[in-house]
């Protein structure tokens, strides 16, 4: 395929194929599948920024809002030199399945600037970012639009963006005499705790994966968590949250990684030790931890384990290590770590795949965690978030299961069977 949003709508061609004796009306189901296939709109500009030498730049932004017929759209705002529209509009439909799959109340967005940031000072950054909030202020808000953060886009990031949709609020008043009536800040989810952001929020998509584990190791009939051997690629904020949970459950971490490789122990090993290894300022791969032999990013795929979970990069499963891949079951905490191509020969080869828009749909759950306590102005403890996300991470795996069994196909179509039908549905309510 081409580009992502083809992915998105041959996928969606897939799903509907299955869906469609289900519907006594085809009709109306395809009138359905057809406005699903494109975004609701796609709000695109250049934004202006004056940059420290005093010059002024414009930057290609867009807003894709893709379906909002279970809830406000939701999705996160990427700054990155390869941003295009086809890959924000996939981006947005995902989103509308991943909120459809964890039933939480929204429909799906993505925004993205063309930049790369590591080319800006933190002056000019903060005001891209405020440009940004600028532009897609009067298409967002906590009953319409909700953004949040994506690749390269900070909780800070969300602060500024926040007191910018501020600001434009008050000017609007100023304008009109007329009192500005939404929240603004359950406009923007992601932000720093002291302005308004979840307690739990940083290790929630980590453990919600984790949550996922425990369902699949009872699906798969793995009994004893010391038995089941984990492998973990990457160790930022979600393989890290992700192996810590899994280790404190009693699961067998045996491999870890980070972009200058990792390391294999066999017996097991703890992932808050390696983490304070890390801190010290040396790559995994020089932790001094016993029992342990160096393996490189790729071996660590190919590790004989239970469980595998590529939480770095996307695009690491591939047709040419598909077949070496020795584990049971994968975990895709990563977006979109597993090409199309080697799906299938996964499948062949009987081995699990929990997509991404299920597995790492804990974070998107907590940033809906946020939004209610910004609506209710009452603020939750860590316990209370992290308690919530468990039922609706282990619903939303167990509802997958059943579709799985039921039409018997892979995880990863159950989800999409699953995630596209809730939206069908409501959408044929409102229609
Ligand atoms: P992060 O930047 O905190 O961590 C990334 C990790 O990957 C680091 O440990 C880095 O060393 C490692 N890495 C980089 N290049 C690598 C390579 N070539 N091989 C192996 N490891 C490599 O990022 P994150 O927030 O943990 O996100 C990881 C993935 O999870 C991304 O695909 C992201 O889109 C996805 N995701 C994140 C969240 C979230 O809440 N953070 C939510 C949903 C999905």
Same mark, same amino acid.
């Given at each position: 395929?081409?580009?992502?949003?083809?992915?998105?709508?041959?996928?969606?061609?897939?799903?509907?194929?299955?869906?469609?004796?289900?519907? @006594?009306?085809?009709? +109306?189901f395809?009138?359905?599948?057809?406005?699903?296939?494109?975004? /609701?709109?796609?709000?695109?500009?250049?934004?202006?920024?004056? $940059? /420290?030498?005093? @010059?002024?730049?414009?930057?290609?932004?867009?807003?894709?809002?893709?379906?909002?017929?279970? !809830?406000?759209? =939701?999705?996160?705002?990427?700054?990155?030199?390869?941003?295009?529209?086809?890959?924000?509009?996939?981006?947005?439909?995902? $989103?509308?399945?991943?909120?459809?799959?964890?039933?939480?109340p929204?429909?799906?967005?993505?925004?993205?600037?063309?930049?790369?940031?590591?080319?800006?000072? &933190?002056?000019?950054?903060? +005001?891209?970012?405020?440009?940004?909030?600028?532009?897609?202020?009067?298409?967002?808000?906590? *009953?319409? /639009?909700?953004?949040? &953060?994506?690749?390269?886009?900070?909780?800070?990031? $969300?602060?500024?963006?926040?007191?910018?949709?501020?600001?434009?609020?008050?000017?609007?008043?100023?304008?009109?005499g007329?009192?500005?009536?939404?929240n603004?800040?359950?406009?923007?989810?992601?932000? &720093?705790?002291?302005?308004?952001?979840?307690?739990?929020r940083?290790?929630?998509?980590?453990?919600? !994966?984790v949550?996922?584990?425990?369902?699949?190791? =009872?699906?798969?009939?793995?009994?004893?968590?010391?038995?089941?051997?984990?492998?973990?690629?990457?160790?930022?904020?979600?393989?890290?949250?992700?192996?810590y949970?899994?280790?404190?459950?009693?699961?067998?971490?045996?491999?870890?990684?980070?972009? +200058?490789?990792?390391?294999?122990?066999?017996?097991?090993?703890?992932?808050?030790?390696?983490?304070?290894?890390?801190?010290?300022?040396k790559?995994?791969?020089?932790?001094?931890v &016993?029992?342990?032999?160096?393996?490189?990013?790729? %071996?660590?795929l190919?590790? /004989?384990?239970?469980?595998?979970?590529?939480?770095?990069?996307e695009?690491?499963?591939?047709k040419?290590?598909?077949?070496?891949?020795?584990?049971?079951?994968?975990?895709?905490?990563?977006?979109?770590p597993?090409?199309?191509?080697?799906?299938?020969?996964?499948?062949?080869?009987?081995?699990?795949?929990?997509?991404?828009?299920?597995?790492?749909?804990?974070?998107?759950t907590?940033?809906?965690?946020?939004?209610?306590?910004?609506?209710?102005?009452?603020? *939750?403890?860590?316990?209370?978030?992290?308690? =919530?996300?468990?039922p609706?991470?282990?619903?939303?795996?167990q509802?997958?299961?059943?579709?799985?069994?039921?039409?018997?196909v892979?995880?990863?179509?159950?989800?999409?069977?699953?995630?596209? =039908?809730?939206?069908? %549905?409501? $959408?044929?309510?409102?229609?």
């Amino acid at each position: 395929m081409s580009n992502p949003h083809q992915n998105a709508v041959a996928q969606l061609e897939q799903v509907a194929a299955l869906l469609r004796p289900e519907y @006594s009306d085809a009709a +109306r189901f395809d009138a359905a599948i057809e406005q699903l296939k494109e975004p /609701d709109r796609v709000i695109e500009g250049m934004i202006s920024v004056v $940059m /420290d030498d005093g @010059s002024t730049k414009e930057f290609q932004a867009y807003r894709s809002q893709h379906n909002n017929a279970r !809830g406000p759209y =939701k999705g996160g705002i990427r700054f990155h030199p390869d941003v295009t529209k086809d890959e924000v509009k996939a981006l947005s439909t995902w $989103m509308t399945w991943k909120c459809s799959v964890t039933d939480i109340p929204y429909g799906g967005g993505k925004g993205g600037v063309v930049v790369n940031p590591t080319e800006l000072s &933190p002056a000019e950054l903060q +005001r891209l970012s405020r440009a940004y909030a600028r532009f897609i202020a009067p298409h967002v808000g906590p *009953w319409v /639009d909700i953004p949040a &953060p994506d690749v390269n886009t900070t909780p800070e990031i $969300m602060a500024w963006m926040v007191d910018e949709y501020e600001q434009v609020a008050r000017e609007w008043s100023q304008q009109t005499g007329m009192t500005f009536q939404e929240n603004p800040r359950a406009t923007f989810t992601g932000k &720093p705790v002291v302005f308004g952001g979840s307690q739990g929020r940083g290790e929630a998509t980590g453990l919600g !994966g984790v949550y996922v584990l425990q369902e699949l190791a =009872k699906a798969l009939a793995l009994h004893d968590p010391s038995e089941v051997t984990v492998a973990v690629q990457g160790f930022g904020n979600v393989g890290y949250w992700f192996a810590y949970h899994a280790h404190q459950l009693g699961y067998r971490v045996v491999a870890v990684s980070d972009s +200058r490789g990792g390391i294999y122990v066999p017996e097991g090993l703890d992932p808050a030790a390696v983490l304070a290894c890390k801190k010290s300022g040396k790559p995994i791969s020089e932790c001094d931890v &016993p029992g342990s032999t160096i393996v490189s990013n790729s %071996d660590l795929l190919e590790l /004989d384990v239970a469980i595998l979970v590529p939480s770095a990069l996307e695009n690491v499963i591939t047709k040419e290590n598909a077949s070496k891949i020795k584990a049971k079951a994968i975990i895709e905490m990563a977006n979109g770590p597993v090409i199309p191509e080697a799906d299938s020969i996964l499948e062949e080869r009987g081995i699990v795949s929990i997509p991404d828009v299920l597995a790492n749909a804990g974070g998107v759950t907590t940033s809906y965690f946020e939004w209610v306590q910004n609506l209710q102005g009452y603020y *939750w403890t860590r316990d209370e978030v992290l308690a =919530k996300l468990q039922p609706l991470m282990t619903s939303s795996f167990q509802t997958m299961w059943q579709m799985k069994e039921k039409q018997n196909v892979s995880p990863r179509m159950a989800t999409y069977l699953s995630a596209v =039908k809730k939206v069908i %549905d409501v $959408m044929l309510l409102r229609s």
